[in-house]
């Protein structure tokens, strides 16, 4: 699978995450082996404006330097009071063009702020970014969130399912998705009431080192296809870390259904939906452990790959 979105929580570098789905990536780009790095979404710290955004970018910048000699490009953009015209579009040009985007952790409601500002701000366009976004998904191009970044990434943000209204359209790169970041257990409950709330979206609660990786597009019916695939890391070998690592003690991709039922999805597991563009028509089905079911009945309803799926819708 090729995907276009990386959603995921982390402590730190693991390498399954970071080398075999990001790294790689850019390393094997077809027209250059670039990670653009954005870590807007860190706040102001004592009025430096800098400081927060550049450690952001040292936490991911040791990782890379390992691959320098493959010849892996790599470099932050920072979000400046200060930024010009010609600042801005040399952010366009990569944002277009990387093989690799990232959108850092942080506060997720500044970051987006920002991201939607600059186009407005630049070119008159508010939702300028969210569309290169969306041109790099159909592009095949991967643009990663991580923390405040997977947030950000999907239909809402997921103070959406708090009450929070202003401000909380996501990108949409996971269509009809919303996440929890540096999930576990103890918020199961906040998991559970916003798959209720938000009813045509899909709830995941994404624990550190664990994400979704996912395509999406649009099927010649016009229904709306997505596959995931859920992501599951416990390369991390840092005994003092293992707190931090949810997966290292055993934590799986959590998720509700509207109706209450729980689901936890381990590494390699795929599910595949199709939705009309109007939201009215849901169906999704689950491939695990070599056998497929149906998302919502939880048994085979006679469809045997995902491939299979999307031809017949």
Same mark, same amino acid.
């Given at each position: 699978?090729?995907?276009?979105?990386?959603? @995921?929580?982390?402590?730190?570098?693991?390498?399954?995450?970071?080398?075999? @789905?990001?790294?790689?990536?850019?390393?094997?780009?077809?027209?250059?082996?670039?990670?653009?790095?954005?870590?807007?979404?860190?706040?102001?710290?004592?009025?430096?404006?800098?400081?927060?955004?550049?450690?952001? @970018?040292?936490?991911?910048?040791?990782?890379?330097?390992?691959?320098?000699?493959?010849?892996?490009?790599?470099?932050?953009?920072?979000?400046?009071?200060?930024?010009?015209?010609?600042?801005?579009?040399?952010?366009?040009?990569?944002?277009?063009?990387?093989?690799?985007?990232?959108?850092?952790?942080?506060?997720?409601?500044?970051?987006?702020?920002?991201?939607?500002?600059?186009?407005?701000?630049?070119?008159?366009?508010?939702?300028?970014?969210?569309?290169?976004?969306?041109?790099?998904? &159909?592009?095949?191009?991967?643009?990663?969130?991580?923390?405040?970044?997977?947030?950000?990434? &999907?239909?809402?943000?997921?103070?959406?399912?708090?009450?929070?209204?202003?401000?909380?359209?996501?990108?949409?790169?996971?269509?009809?998705?919303?996440?929890?970041?540096?999930?576990?257990?103890?918020?199961?409950?906040?998991?559970?009431?916003?798959?209720?709330?938000?009813?045509?979206?899909?709830?995941?609660?994404?624990?550190?080192? &664990?994400?979704?990786?996912?395509?999406?597009?649009?099927?010649?019916?016009?229904?709306?296809?997505?596959?995931?695939?859920?992501?599951?890391?416990?390369?991390?070998?840092?005994?003092?870390? @293992?707190?931090?690592?949810?997966?290292?003690?055993? &934590?799986?991709?959590?998720?509700?259904?509207?109706?209450?039922?729980?689901?936890?999805?381990?590494?390699?597991?795929?599910?595949?939906?199709?939705?009309?563009?109007?939201?009215?028509?849901?169906?999704?089905?689950?491939?695990?452990?070599?056998?497929?079911?149906?998302?919502?009945?939880?048994?085979?309803?006679?469809?045997?790959?995902?491939?299979?799926?999307?031809?017949?819708?």
């Amino acid at each position: 699978m090729r995907g276009t979105a990386l959603l @995921y929580s982390s402590h730190n570098r693991g390498s399954f995450l970071h080398n075999d @789905y990001i790294v790689q990536r850019a390393l094997r780009g077809r027209q250059n082996r670039r990670i653009l790095f954005l870590p807007m979404s860190e706040t102001v710290e004592n009025g430096n404006e800098l400081s927060r955004q550049e450690f952001s @970018y040292g936490g991911f910048e040791w990782f890379f330097r390992f691959y320098d000699r493959f010849g892996l490009e790599y470099f932050p953009f920072y979000w400046r009071s200060t930024l010009r015209k010609e600042d801005v579009d040399q952010l366009w040009h990569h944002l277009w063009s990387s093989e690799v985007v990232i959108l850092g952790g942080g506060h997720s409601r500044t970051g987006l702020r920002r991201y939607k500002e600059l186009g407005a701000r630049f070119d008159g366009e508010w939702g300028k970014f969210g569309r290169l976004l969306h041109e790099r998904q &159909a592009r095949g191009l991967l643009t990663v969130g991580f923390s405040a970044g997977a947030d950000q990434l &999907a239909e809402y943000l997921f103070a959406r399912t708090q009450g929070v209204q202003a401000d909380t359209d996501g990108f949409g790169l996971a269509r009809n998705v919303i996440c929890t970041l540096h999930h576990d257990g103890g918020r199961n409950g906040e998991l559970r009431e916003g798959a209720r709330r938000l009813p045509h979206c899909l709830a995941f609660g994404l624990p550190n080192d &664990a994400g979704i990786y996912l395509d999406q597009g649009v099927l010649p019916s016009g229904n709306h296809w997505q596959v995931i695939e859920f992501v599951v890391d416990q390369s991390w070998t840092e005994p003092r870390d @293992y707190w931090h690592v949810k997966t290292r003690s055993g &934590a799986l991709v959590e998720h509700f259904y509207a109706d209450g039922r729980h689901w936890a999805f381990q590494g390699g597991d795929r599910l595949v939906r199709v939705q009309s563009g109007d939201n009215r028509f849901h169906a999704a089905w689950v491939h695990s452990h070599g056998r497929m079911m149906n998302y919502h009945s939880q048994r085979y309803d006679g469809f045997d790959s995902i491939d299979e799926v999307l031809a017949r819708h």
